[in-house]
């Protein structure tokens, strides 16, 4: 092979190696795929076949004139969740040439090798206001679950996650329909009923507080389309007391964080968990505890290892004076990690 052949080759294989998976190189990547389609066709296929939600109130699809300009009023201000999940759709449901949608393929690749949770979310159970809920596994190969008893103080979201993550508009949506309110009810209404009975689940715990409302502040100036804060989720379930264990011959000591003190779906994979640690966590009787925190951080480790981020704020750091920003700052930075 001549050294001209060499590098051209080289150079070739240079132009597949899929760049950065950001909003920006999935809204290309769209674009393009979505231009092939005539003017005409195009929005019949972003309004009838994707059934995307045109976003500018002050004008009509109809009145946008070049194709670009028409997709950017489907996918206005989207961050990268609905970008990926958006390609996911195409790829899987239009009717698209291998050529065209290399680029897709090739960018949700890249996208997966950035890690997650590689199976798709199942029995949502959270926010407990009482008893903890006793769960058998009703179907094992399907890992179907049912809540044998104190159901009714827990939630349970019994819709699949969606691919852009679970927001808050999506629980309204579902609490609208759990709790029977009329469609003419504003949604604005039904989520501050919704945002109570969450509330109700954290017990006046004033740390736990102080990350939930932060974070509710950011509905007021964000909007309802951000991914929900869930409280109180079971990550899974000990149905034995101390004393069954110890009659058993087992250890007395339940299984470890059986709970989530809070959850994110910023999609269907990319979860994150946010613990927020009191001194039970660390500290027995007052006294610190290597055991308590060995079962911590090697509960971090299970986590991160299955797809899961954690992340810690200390009960101390909660209750000292600028808390509220420095919570505020963290959801802040999250957001601009996750787009």
């Not at 060499?6 to 760049?19: H, M």
């Not at 003017?39 to 004008?59: F, G, I």
């Not at 691919?163 to 329909?177: F, P």
């Not at 379930?237 to 004393?243: E, R, V």
């Amino acid at each position: 092979m001549s050294g001209s052949n060499f590098f051209g080759t080289v150079l070739s294989d240079a132009t597949r190696v899929p760049v950065k998976a950001s909003s920006r190189t999935f809204r290309t990547a769209i674009k393009e795929a979505l231009k092939t389609y005539t003017r005409r066709n195009l929005e019949t296929v972003l309004a009838e076949e994707l059934r995307l939600p045109w976003t500018k109130t002050d004008s009509h699809p109809s009145e946008a004139y070049y194709k670009a300009d028409l997709i950017d009023g489907y996918t206005e201000d989207w961050d990268l969740s609905r970008l990926v999940a958006l390609a996911r759709q195409i790829v899987k449901d239009l009717d698209l040439s291998d050529a065209t949608l290399t680029e897709l393929g090739a960018l949700l690749a890249e996208y997966d090798r950035g890690g997650g949770v590689g199976t798709p979310a199942k029995n949502l159970i959270f926010a407990a206001n009482g008893p903890k809920p006793e769960l058998v596994l009703r179907d094992a190969v399907n890992n179907d679950i049912e809540i044998t008893r104190n159901g009714e103080f827990c939630l349970v979201y019994d819709q699949p996650i969606p691919a852009d993550g679970l927001t808050y508009t999506k629980l309204i949506e579902w609490w609208r329909a759990h709790e029977g309110f009329a469609d003419a009810v504003p949604a604005r209404d039904v989520g501050l009923h919704l945002h109570e009975r969450l509330r109700a689940s954290l017990d006046e715990n004033p740390v736990e507080l102080r990350v939930f409302d932060a974070y509710a502040a950011r509905y007021k100036d964000r909007g309802f389309d951000i991914p929900a804060l869930i409280p109180q989720v079971y990550l899974h379930f000990d149905p034995a007391t101390q004393l069954a264990r110890r009659t058993a011959g087992q250890s007395s000591r339940p299984l470890a964080r059986q709970r989530m003190d809070f959850l994110l779906l910023f999609s269907s994979s990319h979860r994150v968990v946010l613990e927020v640690d009191g001194k039970q966590h660390y500290s027995k009787d007052n006294i610190a505890s290597p055991a308590l925190y060995s079962e911590m951080v090697a509960e971090d480790r299970r986590l991160r290892l299955a797809g899961y981020e954690v992340y810690r704020f200390g009960g101390a750091e909660l209750m000292k004076p600028g808390a509220d920003k420095m919570v505020a700052d963290f959801f802040d930075q999250l957001a601009d990690r996750m787009r």
